[in-house]
């Protein structure tokens, strides 16, 4: 195996490693992007999916685990009314 190549593997296996870790450790009232770009608000965590509270009117959506981007860092100075 080259060096090269192992010099890619390298820093995927580490994001990969990263991403792995945030979605452990997903938990209820956590703030989250999907990777369809939706923001929500965790309101259950089952197995391999993901309730979310989404809008002003607070629907429901259920998207698999796999699915959240990020999770977002929400300041105390924003109103909770303002994120959904």
Do not use: H
């Not at 369809?36 to 391999?48: A, N, R, S, V």
């Amino acid at each position: 195996i080259s060096l090269t190549f192992l010099s890619l593997i390298r820093p995927q296996r580490k994001k990969d490693k990263k991403v792995k870790e945030m979605l452990d450790n997903l938990k209820v009232s956590d703030r989250v992007c999907t990777i369809g770009g939706i923001y929500g608000t965790i309101t259950q965590i089952k197995d391999d999916t993901v309730t979310l509270t989404v809008g002003n009117q607070n629907m429901t959506m259920v998207v698999a685990r796999w699915g959240i981007r990020s999770v977002e860092e929400v300041s105390i100075e924003n109103d909770a009314d303002t994120l959904n």
